[in-house]
């Protein structure tokens, strides 16, 4: 565990160095300029769903995927240079715990998105003085699914970024995927097994039986979602075990 978090700190400096704290604020604030501008005629009690509807496709259909590409890419972009890979890997350390660690600071980076994504909703809603409470329960759950729905993407994007030394050809990759995204997620047959897909289906509010935007249950987009990440995470790790550096 001590090496663990001595590794998981080392990979957290080079974080500092760089520029990506500015990428962490694209997403969010995009999505509050959507809910900003934003006008409905929604009823009492339902003025932070809509809200949390339109700025929730902005986030999560498009900005969300994407992010967690960049995000993968930034964190493998020292070790693609001046043979970083064979510096770091000379070290008494794991290639395991190197994975897991750099898979930690990409969910991290998420999750600060994720409540940067939150303030704003909540910010929108009070400036624009709805007089209905907080859905508090609905908008973490919201908040957290999106979260866990780009699991499996992370693993698998870190998997490319660290497989191609090219900074730009996993975020291309990314960017291919994820614009098909609103025709995918609208399939309820192939919408929740496309990961690029999965944080939208997730966050979205839903009625009561179901879990995503179009009706996807909990236990579906769980089970996939759990199972991808698996698969994924599985696979790149014993890819980057074997890769010869």
């Not at 500092?16 to 962490?24: E, V």
């Not at 399939?187 to 839903?206: D, E, K, V």
């Amino acid at each position: 565990m001590g090496t663990f978090v001595r590794i998981l700190r080392s990979e957290w400096l080079k974080l500092r160095k760089s520029n990506i704290w500015l990428l962490i604020f694209v997403s969010p604030a995009l999505a509050s300029l959507v809910g900003f501008v934003s006008q409905s005629e929604a009823g009492k009690g339902e003025e932070w769903l809509l809200l949390f509807s339109y700025m929730g496709v902005t986030h999560a259909l498009l900005f969300l995927p994407l992010l967690t590409g960049v995000f993968a890419a930034f964190i493998c972009r020292y070790e693609h240079g001046g043979g970083g890979w064979k510096q770091v890997l000379a070290l008494p350390i794991s290639r395991t715990q190197l994975f897991v660690a750099k898979l930690t600071l990409v969910v991290a980076l998420l999750a600060v998105s994720q409540l940067l994504f939150g303030a704003g909703l909540l910010a929108i809603g009070s400036f624009k003085g709805f007089a209905s409470p907080v859905p508090w329960a609905i908008l973490l759950r919201g908040l957290l699914g999106g979260l866990v729905a780009t699991l499996p993407l992370a693993a698998l994007q870190l998997s490319v970024s660290i497989a191609w030394a090219s900074f730009a050809a996993p975020l291309a990759l990314n960017v291919i995927f994820t614009l098909p995204n609103m025709l995918v997620a609208n399939s309820a047959t192939y919408g929740p097994y496309y990961p690029w897909a999965q944080p939208m289906l997730a966050m979205l509010p839903s009625s009561e039986d179901s879990f995503g935007a179009f009706n996807v249950s909990f236990e579906t987009l769980l089970f996939v979602i759990c199972g991808s990440f698996a698969l994924f995470f599985v696979s790149g790790l014993a890819y980057f075990r074997r890769k010869e550096i």
